[in-house]
């Protein structure tokens, strides 16, 4: 293997990794935001297969992609004010009801897939940005600058998350309430709004995550996310409940896949062992887990109902 084919391969796996990262970094945003808020969604599959079908079949009738990411995270806000209702209203069990979100979004988006579609069909994805200069630039450009606009949506945000969640009240609030909401309910914080808001965005992002994955493949099937979701839960942990830690747990996930991807595309893996080797993600994800998930501790208030005088 000459040496100019070797960048090519290195160059291609980066870039392949960077777009495969990007579903679990959205999902891990909004699931980090609600945590941070002291609420746990389980859920995160079942929303993401909603906004994956919502996006798919939006385009799949009207051509219009921007239209589909919209329908999504429309669609992942509604089900985070119901996510909200039923947690913080009826102060429901919040793993129990996670799981019932996943598995409503598991078996309604099959269901709608059936009736309105039947056989899969192709959708055109977003194409990629031509940024001046940058996507022109031989190696790096490749790598970084030749990505669709969702790829730049899903890294943008994680400034913005940073900046929402360490510089502004609103991070504050969250932050306070998910470590101890009976103190910033005494300082006039308000529990059930503050965290009502980070569910109901966190959902949102999670339905974008599902858009994003389906548009970028281009098409849609029965459990399409093959529990993407609770990956970007355990993704959540590894990076500490930070934007910046999410973004690399999502980037190691992501680059994890693109390798493997590789080695079964040049038959470096036997087929004899290409299940196992599909395996390897989660396996160093959850490897990855146990390390550093030690060195940190998740917000004290975390699956944790708050009940005024309770």
Known sequence: MDSSFAIMIIVTTIASGIRLAT???????GEALGQRSGVLNLGVDGVMLLGAFSAYYTVLQTGNLYMGLLISVCLGLLIGLFYAFITLKLRAVQGVSGIGIYLFGLGMSDLLFQKLVGTPKPIFPFMPLDIPILSRLPIVGE???????????????VPIMSFILYKTTYGLNVRAIG?????????GVSTGLTRGSAIIIGNGLA??????LAIELGIFQQNLTNAMGFIAIALVYFGAWSPKGV???????????AIVLQLK??????RSASDLASMAPAVITILALII???????????????IRGG
Do not use: C, W
């Open 265 to 270: 595309t040049f038959e470096i893996i036997p």
């Open 247 to 257: 973004m690399i747990g999502s980037l190691v996930f992501g680059m994890v896949q």
């Open 143 to 157: 790598m970084f600058f030749q990505h669709s606009i969702i790829v730049y949506m899903a890294f943008g945000l």
């Open 207 to 212: 339905g974008l995550a599902g858009a994003a």
């Open 23 to 29: 579903p679990f970094l959205l999902a891990s945003l």
């Open 292 to 306: 550093v998930a030690k060195k940190f501790r998740q917000p004290s208030a975390l699956t944790k109902p708050y």
């Open 179 to 187: 470590e101890n909401p009976e103190a910033a309910d005494s300082l």
